[in-house]
Structures are given as structure tokens and as C-alpha cells.
């Protein structure tokens, strides 16, 4: 048996501006995506055959990066899906970590490479982001700026995102899940025709990355208080781009009392929001009066991981 092992992740700053050239800092938070795979007779994911509607990341995986006897495929998930946490992210490089250690290994890059081919081609359009967080662990910042120190270089067409370790500093983050699904595509396509039709939009998208900028050095200096602004002011940005929701919303004001600063996360239209917090017990308990779904969360700095084998003969 293989096993493999991913983190989700939460986006800091700078969600959707970074499909337009614009930097994102994201990290890795202690809730995990596990698969183990061993060899079948057939192909089949958590004992159901696998089908394109069920299970879209791991049948392009398996068509696309691998050439071997089927698999069977268990999946065990302690991240809500549709959540803005990056399950499918998570899902993606367990994947591609999987069927990496069935050839022997891979690196963390060849790693971060194969999971974003996934949520590209499966999602039809998509940045490193997630699945860089969540092959890295940590913090990391995605910039298209190709600066020293780099993680790794991915590119799509006319575009390559620069992938950096970026340190953070003790913080507890506290999720509150809408219980409203994130459906990513329709929000990156709502925003497409905003950035399209508007100006006001291109220039919402260039605020955001300066703010982005604005916020490394926050982390670097390990200023608590103006992260937190800055998490607020990324909000209302998001917010001119149409993809705050009421649900959303409602979170974040029960939170905001108890809090340096909080923000939706992800593609948002539903999904999570997230609060910067030294009072995580009671941003929790307002955002679960609420009607959310509160996660009490901390950095993890472990990222993916794979083990165990398959030997030819099938053990």
C-alpha cells in the first residue's frame, strides 16, 4: 500500500487577483487530505468505480500521469469540501504524490508541478497557488517576480507564477464555514467579465497586489495589527468584485469583535472566511451563533508526504 498525505490551505491575501499578474500569499493550515492506493482489478475510488462525475481530479490524474495495473483509491478527509480550503488542491497532490512514489519518489516541485496539471485541466483554469501551498507547507508567496531563493517556476500558456517560501509568524487563524458551497469556476468567471468590462475592476485587481506586497512586510516584521488590516482591506476589494456573499459577511462581522482582522478565502460566493485572532475560542463561539461552522486552525509546516510501495507482483 501507498499512503500519501496533504494539507489545505488558506489564502492570506490576494485571491483571484493572482490569475491577472498579481501576487498571493497563501498557507498551510493542520487539517489533511489522506489516500491510500493499492494495485486491483479494477479502477475504483472509496470502493465505487471511478467515474468523471465523482471523482474528476483522480481520473484525470490517473489518465494523464499514469501507466500501470488499476488501482483502487481510499480517500479520508478531515477538510470540508467546496469549503475555499483547498480540498481538491489537497486531493490533487495526494494524487500526484501517489502515483510519484509508485515510480519510486518525486520532488516537491515535480510534485507542485503534476497537482497544478490537475487542477488546471480539470478546473479549465487555475493558478499554482493551492496546490503550491499545499505541496510546500507553510507559507508561500507567488509572485511573477523571478526572485532569489525561489521554490519553483510553473507556467500555462503565456504566464509563469514564481512560487517562494515565505516565513510566517505564530498566528492562530480561526475558519468559519459558510456551509455554503465554493464553486470556483463561477466565481473566476464572474470576475473575468468584471475585469473585462470595467475599469473600476482592473484597477480593484492592482489595488489588491499592492496590498499583497503591503502585507510581506507585515509578516516579515511579524506585525499582527496591520496583517490585520490589511486582511480587512483585501475583503472589501473582494467584496467590489462580487464575490463577498451574505453568508460570508454575516461571518466575518461576528467575528471582527474578537479579532486583528478577517476575510473571505478562496473563490468565495460561499466557502470560508478567516480571522486573525489571539481570542480564538471566542471568534469561534460568535461565528458558530452565527450559523457557521467554526475551525480553530494553525500553521502547519508539513507539507505533502508519500510512503510505503507497490511491488510489480502486486504486494
Excluded at 500526484?96 to 516537491?108: P, R, T
Excluded at 467575528?255 to 482582522?261: L, M
Aim: aromatic fraction near 6%; hydrophobic fraction near 35%; charge should be neutral.
Amino acid at each position: 500500500m501507498i499512503e500519501s498525505s496533504s494539507p489545505a490551505k488558506a489564502i492570506l491575501f490576494g485571491e483571484h487577483a493572482v490569475l491577472y499578474g498579481k501576487p498571493a500569499i497563501a498557507v498551510s493550515l493542520d487539517r489533511r487530505m489522506t489516500i491510500r492506493v493499492v494495485r486491483s482489478e479494477r479502477y475504483s475510488v472509496d470502493r465505487r468505480p471511478l467515474s468523471i462525475r465523482r471523482n474528476r481530479y483522480v481520473k484525470w490524474a490517473l489518465e494523464n500521469l499514469y501507466d500501470g495495473p488499476p488501482l483502487a483509491v481510499t480517500t479520508s478527509s478531515s477538510i470540508p469540501s467546496a469549503s475555499g480550503l483547498g480540498s481538491s488542491a489537497a486531493l490533487s497532490c495526494s494524487v500526484a504524490a501517489a502515483i510519484g512514489q509508485i515510480g519510486g519518489g518525486i520532488s516537491n516541485e515535480s510534485c507542485a508541478s503534476d497537482a497544478f496539471d490537475i487542477e488546471y485541466n480539470v478546473q479549465g483554469r487555475a493558478s499554482p497557488t493551492d496546490t503550491s501551498a499545499s505541496t510546500h507547507g507553510g507559507g508561500i508567496l507567488v509572485s511573477f517576480k523571478e526572485e532569489d531563493e525561489r521554490l519553483w517556476s510553473l507556467s500555462k500558456g503565456d504566464r509563469t507564477w514564481h512560487v517562494h517560501n515565505l516565513p510566517i509568524p505564530p498566528m492562530t487563524l480561526v475558519v468559519g464555514f459558510t456551509r455554503k458551497p465554493s464553486v470556483t469556476p463561477i466565481q473566476v468567471e464572474k470576475v473575468a467579465n468584471f475585469y473585462n468590462k470595467s475599469r473600476f475592476a482592473r484597477e480593484t485587481i492592482e489595488e489588491i497586489g499592492d496590498l499583497v506586497w503591503d502585507a510581506v512586510k507585515a509578516l516579515k516584521g511579524r506585525d499582527l495589527v496591520r496583517v490585520g488590516e490589511l486582511m480587512d482591506r483585501n475583503n472589501s476589494l473582494l467584496t467590489i468584485l462580487g464575490v463577498n456573499s451574505r453568508e460570508l459577511q454575516k461571518l466575518k462581522d461576528a467575528a471582527a469583535p474578537h479579532s486583528y482582522g478577517a476575510k473571505l478565502t478562496g473563490a468565495g460566493g460561499g466557502g470560508s472566511m478567516i480571522a486573525l485572532t489571539d481570542r480564538p475560542e471566542e471568534v469561534a463561539g460568535s461565528i458558530e451563533r452565527r450559523g457557521g461552522v467554526p475551525f480553530i486552525v494553525s500553521i502547519s509546516e508539513k507539507g505533502v508526504s508519500a510512503s510505503g510501495r507497490i511491488d510489480h507482483d502486486g504486494h
